[in-house]
């Protein structure tokens, strides 16, 4: 119950934003995260956005796995 | 999907999966707390990507499943109000009470409405002003400030048709009870990323601190899972007990103090049943005074009072979730609990460990 998927927002009218994964849209409630802006990524669970996803983290665990793999070849 | 596909990458998985073995040195048990870690890792197969030293184990994640069997009772036995509608996430309308269910109540003519987002339960309510809407509030930290907002958002317009049962459960005082009774020797802890996002790694750093163990806050791909098995891996060789946040494309710290701030306005902690565990002073949370007209509890407390005790059941779930009884272990596992003809929540919850082993696990 606690799943949460990244969704892109394309929209956003006040405190609430229409984001989008694969297609399929939902509106999520943008209480938490005023600060955040069309294009960016969202955790949404139960219809409210909980977390955005940072690109530049998102990128530095996937370079240091990438490490991680090289080291053990 | 991106922000998915690139941590379910086959390659990563098996590097990592080799990284665990080699750094394994001996046997330990880890618990994956979060009932969507318990789902993920059933999922992908990843205990076969484990080191057979390295066992995991489920905990008390799932929130559908800790609910208490009164609890559901009430639930149930506020359909019979005369303008009833139960409004639910989808995930509980066929836990078994102690002798009806949601699904059965509907087949009877109660009317129950599988929402989405507690804001739904809202839209219900405005739509439908004849009928009392009644939320069934069930979660941890990551779903409680939805329904938060859902009891701001309906007492900003003013609606006098819904309420909200609330059996939201916070996850710190489960972990604190269930680990200082040394029923289950554990090593480590997968610490929920998504309850994590609104409370911060800080909130669990009582355990390292306290009991020794080392913890993990990780995401839900097979990736992001094995990664916190491969950080608390490495805590263990190296003999130290730290909370390692691995989820940081999602979990900040601090947490998000405009979450904080809305439960803190919203809710005020007191003592909750969890199934399993019995009860945990200050690991629920009821509705602030101001927020009294949408309690259910408040609003109904002449029916919940008639309410008879739960009946004993079979279900070995408060076993399951207690990470003592493995699911395919207990005896009523696929023969006389099913997910068609379930015993207890763990077998139909979408995140029950039950029903991770019978779709994933059974032989």
């Avoid at chain 2, 998985?13 to 059933?42: D, F, Y």
């Amino acid at each position: 119950m606690c799943l949460a998927i990244p969704m892109r927002i394309i929209e956003i009218e006040g405190f609430r934003a229409v984001a989008e994964v694969d297609g399929v849209r939902r509106e999520a409630r943008l209480d938490l995260l005023p600060e955040v802006a069309v294009g960016d990524y969202i955790l949404v669970h139960a219809g409210l956005a909980i977390a955005t996803v940072d690109p530049e983290d998102a990128e530095e665990t996937l370079t240091f796995l990438r490490q991680l793999a090289d080291e053990v070849q | 999907m991106k922000y998915s596909e690139e941590y379910r990458d086959r390659e990563l998985v098996h590097k990592l999966s080799r990284q665990i073995q080699e750094l394994t040195s001996g046997p330990a048990t880890l618990m994956e707390v979060c009932g969507t870690h318990t789902m993920a890792v059933a999922r992908f197969g990843l205990k076969s990507l484990l080191p057979p030293q390295l066992k995991l184990v489920s905990g008390p994640g799932c929130p559908v499943c800790v609910t208490a069997q009164e609890d559901i009772d009430a639930f149930l036995a506020l359909g019979s109000r005369p303008q009833a509608m139960l409004a639910t996430f989808g995930d509980m309308v066929r836990v078994p009470g102690s002798t009806t269910s949601l699904e059965r109540e509907r087949a009877r003519g109660v009317q129950v409405r599988v929402v989405y987002a507690p804001l739904d339960a809202v839209t219900l309510a405005r739509e439908n002003p004849q009928k009392e809407v009644i939320f069934f509030g069930v979660g941890f930290e990551t779903t409680m400030p939805a329904t938060a907002l859902a009891v701001k958002v309906a007492a900003a317009e003013g609606l006098k048709n819904f309420s909200i049962l609330s059996v939201h459960k916070t996850m710190p005082a489960a972990l604190q009870v269930l680990l200082g009774s040394g029923e289950v020797k554990v090593s480590g802890l997968l610490l929920p990323g998504h309850v994590t996002t609104i409370i911060g790694p800080e909130a669990f750093s009582f355990i390292p601190q306290k009991f020794h163990i080392s913890c993990a806050v990780t995401g839900f791909e097979p990736v992001d899972v094995l990664l916190g098995v491969y950080a608390i891996v490495c805590q263990l060789a190296d003999n130290r007990a730290v909370v390692d946040n691995v989820y940081i494309r999602a979990v900040k710290t601090p947490a998000n103090p405009r979450a904080q701030a809305l439960l803190a306005e919203v809710f005020r902690p007191e003592d909750a049943t969890w199934r399993g565990l019995g009860v945990i002073p200050g690991s629920g949370a009821g509705l602030r005074e101001e927020f009294a007209r949408f309690d259910a509890r408040q609003r109904c407390a002449e029916l919940l009072a008639r309410v008879p005790p739960a009946k004993p059941s079979a279900c070995r779930c408060g076993e399951v979730l207690r990470g003592t009884l493995p699911a395919r272990d207990c005896p009523q596992f696929d023969r006389t609990c099913t997910p068609s003809q379930p015993l207890g929540p763990c077998m139909v919850s979408s995140e029950g460990a039950c029903a991770a082993a019978y779709k994933y696990e059974r032989e």
